[in-house]
């Protein structure tokens, strides 16, 4: 969740694999229990689905909503920064 391709007026700020940050082993959480539900895919061949994508796809909602339930203001766009939830946070302060 913390990928990104930065720009500053136009110039990317982050155009190599040192400036431009990949999550590494230390950023994963201790366990993952996969939950494998059998459901077959009537349009994949013999009932086949890709893999990647269903496991992919609803992380991001999850932490915008795991966001949402801590501090109360929602972020739309990917990545969820520490940066960008301050900023939603001073933004939501000013409103009220």
Do not use: H, W
Request: charge should be negative; aromatic fraction near 8%.
């Amino acid at each position: 969740m913390f990928e990104e391709i930065a720009y500053d007026n136009g110039q990317l700020i982050n155009p190599n694999l040192v400036d431009y940050v990949l999550p590494s082993f230390g950023d994963m959480p201790p366990a993952i229990d996969p939950i494998c539900v059998e459901v077959p895919d009537r349009n994949g061949p013999f009932g086949a689905k890709g893999i990647g994508e269903s496991a992919l796809i609803p992380v991001a909602p999850a932490i915008a909503n795991a966001v949402f339930d801590a501090v109360g203001v929602r972020i739309r766009d990917l990545p969820i920064k520490a940066e960008k939830i301050f900023l939603a946070l001073e933004e939501t302060k000013a409103k009220s």
